[in-house]
């Protein structure tokens, strides 16, 4: 089974700061990587995802999500976070229809 | 297009009462999902649907839990009798099988509170 790693529980930055989340993935084969946003009180809203068309993901509100093969790593990436960007980051891989997640990163945005 | 659509949004019971949670899909999504999230956690499968068949229910606890999705389209989730574990966020997710990769949409979820 595939399992990820989300490195941080909490991240805190800066207004305007960048934005690094951390994922890892294990997998043998290439595999179809997500990543999604969990406001309060609401459901997951998916942010952005790799099909291996690209390696560098750009997905809403800014964000985007590089995939490194040889680092089995797929982080997410936004150059300067705005306060609305406060909330749960979940990374997800796909096998099929299985959905294996993360345990979340919170991210904090400091004024 | 409207999205996953959950009721109730919250739920408060004691425990060992039943209690039952409701799950719209996107229209024409033929994959249904019911996760599990605890607090802190990424959400856990609990089972999935293909049309109206369970093909994977593998982390249902079945003493406690069901499910059904009759006609293929909005699917219950059923507890009965709550514990105060249970205390939770269910979420429900659609997907279209046919095309890789399988994207899911979540609804809001429904927050349940066993006292």
């Known amino acids: 089974a595939q399992s990820v790693t989300q490195l941080g529980s909490h991240v805190s930055v800066s207004e305007g700061a960048l934005v690094l989340l951390r994922c890892n993935y294990s997998?043998?084969?290439?595999?179809?990587l997500f990543w999604y946003v969990q406001y309060p009180n609401q459901g997951l809203q998916l942010l952005l995802k790799y099909t291996s068309a690209a390696t560098l993901v750009k997905g809403i509100n800014g964000f985007e999500a590089e995939f490194k093969k040889s680092e089995t790593s797929f982080h997410l990436t936004k150059p300067s976070a705005h306060m609305s960007d406060a909330a749960e980051y979940f990374c997800?891989?796909?096998?099929?229809?299985?959905?294996?997640f993360g345990t979340g990163t919170s991210l904090t945005v400091i004024p | 297009e409207a999205g996953v659509v959950q009721s109730p949004r919250y739920k408060i019971i004691e425990k060992k009462q039943p209690v039952a949670f409701w799950c719209n899909p996107i229209?024409?999504?033929?994959?249904l999902y019911w996760y599990l999230q605890n607090l802190g956690q990424g959400p856990e499968l609990l089972i999935r649907y293909e049309n109206e068949e369970a093909v994977d229910d593998s982390q249902l606890p079945k003493d406690r839990f069901s499910a059904e999705r009759l006609k293929g389209v909005d699917s219950t989730l059923k507890i009965q009798p709550a514990e105060l574990g249970d205390s939770a966020v269910y979420l429900c997710?659609?997907?279209?099988?046919?095309?890789?990769?399988?994207?899911?949409?979540f609804g809001p979820g429904t927050r349940l509170t066993v006292l």
């Open positions: 997998s043998s084969v290439p595999p179809y």
């Open positions: 997800a891989v796909s096998e099929g229809n299985q959905f294996y």
């Open positions: 997710a659609s997907s279209s099988s046919g095309t890789l990769p399988d994207t899911q949409y």
């Open positions: 229209s024409g999504h033929n994959t």
